[in-house]
């Protein structure tokens, strides 16, 4: 079946340091592959997506590549803010269904 | 739009007791998904459903818990009797498939349960 792994956090950080949370994937097919962040208190918020190999997501400054040859979406950014502390969730998409296998979830603190 | 709807936002409730969750999807979505994410177990997927109509129940944790999607603006979930075992929040979320967004799902704010 499906499965997403990402690195256990916490991650803390200083501000503006470099951000990168590891994701691999096992999947049947060719899925698509999402980063999803929750900031304290909220739901589910989709950060980035990709739809197929090479492709890059991006948004907020955030950035990950879709490498099938690695089986990998690792997301990163250049330069964090307070405002970044959050738990950032790898997934991937396959069946029609929509259905999402989401990793365990990263918690990030960024400190001023 | 309004995003995805959850009521109530918190509910504490006592062992025994039924407790009903609500959610009502942004409009046009035909897919509705029920997690449950708890610090244990992370983010589980309990439920979901395509144009009013359970696809895959297998993560219903067991009988005492029951979903419904009545119409395609409105679900509940039902946990009867309610156990401390089931604190979590409970999150809705909806998607459109075929569209710009489509395998985009879109998340409720969630509902805390407490049972004491």
């Known amino acids: 079946g499906n499965s997403v792994t990402q690195m256990e956090g916490p991650v803390t950080l200083s501000e503006e340091a470099f951000l990168t949370i590891n994701c691999t994937y096992t999947a049947t097919g060719y899925p698509s592959l999402f980063w999803y962040v929750q900031y304290p208190g909220e739901g589910l918020q989709l950060l980035l997506k990709?739809?197929?190999?090479?492709d890059k997501g991006s948004n907020k400054g955030f950035e990950a590549t879709y490498r099938k040859e690695t089986t990998s979406f690792h997301l990163e950014k250049g330069s964090v803010q307070v405002s970044d502390s959050a738990v950032y969730f790898c997934?991937?998409?396959?069946?029609?269904?929509?259905?999402?296998?989401f990793g365990g979830g990263t918690r990030v603190l960024v400190k001023p | 739009d309004a995003g995805v709807i959850q009521s109530p936002r918190h509910e504490v409730t006592e062992m025994g007791q039924e407790v009903t969750l609500r959610c009502k999807p942004i409009s046009g979505h035909d897919y509705l998904f029920w997690y449950r994410q708890t610090m244990m177990r992370g983010l589980e997927l309990l439920i979901y459903?395509?144009?009013?109509?359970?696809?895959?129940d297998s993560g219903m944790p067991e009988d005492r818990f029951s979903a419904k999607m009545p119409n395609a603006s409105f679900s509940t979930l039902k946990i009867q009797p309610s156990e401390p075992r089931d604190s979590a929040v409970y999150f809705c979320?909806?998607?459109?498939?075929?569209?710009?967004?489509?395998?985009?799902?879109?998340f409720g704010p969630g509902t805390r349960l407490t049972v004491l």
């Open positions: 990709a739809t197929k190999a090479d």
């Open positions: 979320a909806s998607s459109a498939w075929g569209r710009e967004t489509q395998d985009t799902q879109y």
């Open positions: 459903f395509n144009n009013n109509v359970p696809i895959d």
């Open positions: 997934a991937l998409s396959e069946a029609a269904g929509n259905k999402l296998t």
